[in-house]
């Protein structure tokens, strides 16, 4: 745009000097006032296509910022549903309901579930198990994912020979939404060993809280982008 106003000062030069100098010819004249006016067209032209551009612009982001929106509330939703449906057993201390940058995840702590270094579900964590079954089935287009978590403390017995193969027994609890109707295709599972902590594991309160069951609710693999 600049070097069509550079230019359209340059006609007008020209027509400025064919004005001031009796010996240029009317025919010369004449060009030099057309190619002024064609340079101004140009401009004007020019600058009607940035104008142009930024309102496209303008209106790409705002649907992009609706779009953000729109899903952020569909995130919304799930945890605001979750925690109706969960609020007896957060008030007992049995569940907790976190959502981070709009991933829900319903957290059980060891003591609800499991004997120390066990993976078999106990009478109160079947309980609640079943409650947190319920709550779940009424979630559509989500995938769910059980992930076991222990603390740091070593662990070698016959069953478990370190604190992964316990951490993935214990995400085994997928067997337990399956026997309660839940489609096995809305269910993923992972043991993450000592290597995920919410808390320090140098105290018992930390060590605690870091056994513990994750089920992490998140879009399903369908519908990630394709890897090129």
Same mark, same amino acid.
């Given at each position: 745009?600049?070097?069509?106003?550079?230019?359209?000062?340059?006609?007008?030069?020209?027509? *400025?000097?064919a004005a001031?100098? %009796?010996? #240029?010819s $009317?025919?010369?004249?004449n060009?030099?006032?057309? &190619?002024?006016? =064609?340079y101004k067209?140009?401009?004007? *032209? $020019?600058? $009607?296509?940035?104008?142009?551009?930024?309102?496209?612009?303008?209106?790409m982001s #705002?649907k992009?910022?609706g779009?953000?929106q729109?899903?952020?509330?569909?995130k919304s939703?799930?945890? @605001?549903?979750?925690?109706?449906a969960?609020?007896?057993?957060?008030?007992?201390?049995l569940?907790?309901?976190?959502?981070?940058? %709009?991933?829900?995840?319903?957290?059980?702590p &060891? /003591?609800?579930?499991?004997?120390? %270094?066990?993976?078999?579900? #106990?009478?109160?964590?079947? /309980?609640?198990?079943?409650n947190?079954?319920?709550?779940?089935?009424?979630?559509?287009?989500?995938?769910?994912?059980?992930? %076991?978590?222990?603390?740091? @403390?070593?662990?070698k017995? =016959?069953?478990?020979?370190?604190n992964? &193969?316990?951490s993935?027994a214990r995400? *085994? #609890?997928?067997?337990?939404?399956?026997? &309660?109707?839940?489609?096995?295709?809305?269910?993923?599972a992972?043991?993450?060993?000592?290597?995920?902590?919410?808390?320090?594991?140098?105290?018992?309160?930390?060590?605690?809280?870091?056994?513990r069951?994750d089920?992490?609710?998140?879009?399903?693999p369908s519908?990630?982008?394709?890897?090129?």
């Amino acid at each position: 745009m600049l070097i069509a106003i550079r230019n359209t000062s340059a006609a007008l030069g020209l027509v *400025a000097l064919a004005a001031g100098c %009796g010996g #240029v010819s $009317q025919e010369k004249y004449n060009a030099a006032l057309g &190619e002024s006016d =064609k340079y101004k067209q140009d401009a004007a *032209a $020019q600058g $009607q296509r940035v104008a142009d551009c930024e309102q496209k612009l303008a209106a790409m982001s #705002v649907k992009t910022q609706g779009g953000e929106q729109t899903s952020a509330q569909l995130k919304s939703d799930d945890y @605001k549903n979750l925690s109706a449906a969960l609020a007896a057993e957060s008030a007992a201390g049995l569940v907790e309901i976190a959502e981070l940058a %709009g991933l829900v995840t319903i957290r059980l702590p &060891e /003591r609800v579930l499991f004997k120390p %270094g066990s993976a078999v579900i #106990v009478k109160k964590g079947k /309980r609640t198990l079943h409650n947190v079954a319920t709550a779940i089935k009424g979630v559509t287009g989500r995938v769910f994912y059980v992930a %076991g978590n222990t603390d740091n @403390k070593p662990i070698k017995t =016959k069953q478990f020979h370190s604190n992964w &193969e316990l951490s993935t027994a214990r995400a *085994a #609890v997928v067997h337990f939404f399956l026997a &309660e109707g839940i489609d096995p295709k809305t269910l993923g599972a992972a043991g993450y060993g000592q290597y995920h902590p919410l808390a320090s594991n140098e105290t018992a309160e930390g060590r605690a809280k870091n056994r513990r069951i994750d089920i992490g609710m998140g879009p399903p693999p369908s519908d990630l982008p394709a890897m090129k």
